[in-house]
């Protein structure tokens, strides 16, 4: 599956439709810019980085969520464990492989992201968690059910879901927004490309099962 960050905007447009209001909102031209992709947008210097990444994340939810608004509990399930539990297992080990690397060779360096690794282990492991709880006890008793927001599994959930999105945002405090420095090496920003990768398909996720899953 390819990246939303790599994926060309004139994909990503179709893909994720409230997305083509962001790019027009930065003043971002379709047509000349429809093979490019998010993470080449990012090196733009004149491009106002935090607001554009913050309304972009708003607008793949918005657009996720519509998506698959009509799906019914067992699909709904299923469509969440394909396509976001899996990923983020797939990325974990990289992700911190490649923080605790960056740590060590820039110790030094003024924009190190310290802690990093450390909080990407204690991330991913409590991600992992529960993730594992909701495919094994809370999807299933869902499913059979055949409707939401009928057990106390779902209070557990929403306040995991409250814990990974702070955790979110010391990420974010530790990695300056996820800006690598002027001078970064190619693995640094390609980290915090990943990093933002991740962060993006997280909140589409919580997202959805808030939203449409786990809704009052």
């Given amino acids: 599956m390819m990246k939303l960050i790599h994926m060309p905007l004139a994909e990503l447009i179709t893909a994720y439709p409230e997305v083509a209001v962001v790019l027009q909102a930065h003043h971002i031209d379709l047509h000349e810019n429809q093979h490019t992709n998010v993470a080449q947008l990012l090196h733009n210097k004149s491009l106002s980085r935090a607001d554009f990444i913050t309304e972009l994340q708003n607008a793949l939810i918005t ?40 740590e060590k060779r820039y110790a030094q360096h003024d924009s190190c992201p310290l802690g990093l690794n450390a909080l990407l282990i ?12 909701e495919e094994l006890f809370l999807f299933p008793t869902l499913t059979e059910a055949g409707s939401f927001n009928m057990f106390p599994q779902v209070a557990v959930a929403h306040h ?11 990420l974010n405090a530790i990695t300056n927004n996820l800006t690598p420095p002027i001078n970064a090496s190619v693995r640094w920003q390609e980290l915090y490309e990943n990093l933002l990768e991740f962060i993006f398909q997280l909140n589409m996720h919580i997202a959805i099962e808030n939203q449409l899953l786990l809704s009052d």
């Fill in 122 to 133: 204690e991330f991913f492991g409590d991600l992992a968690t529960h993730m594992e709880q």
């Fill in 63 to 102: 657009s996720a969520c519509a998506q698959y608004k009509t799906e019914n509990v067992s699909n709904l399930t299923h469509e969440i464990v394909k396509c976001f539990h899996e990923p983020h297992r797939a990325q974990m080990y990289g992700l911190i492989s490649d923080a605790r690397y960056i």
């Fill in 160 to 170: 995991s879901h409250d814990r990974h999105i702070n955790m979110m945002a010391t």
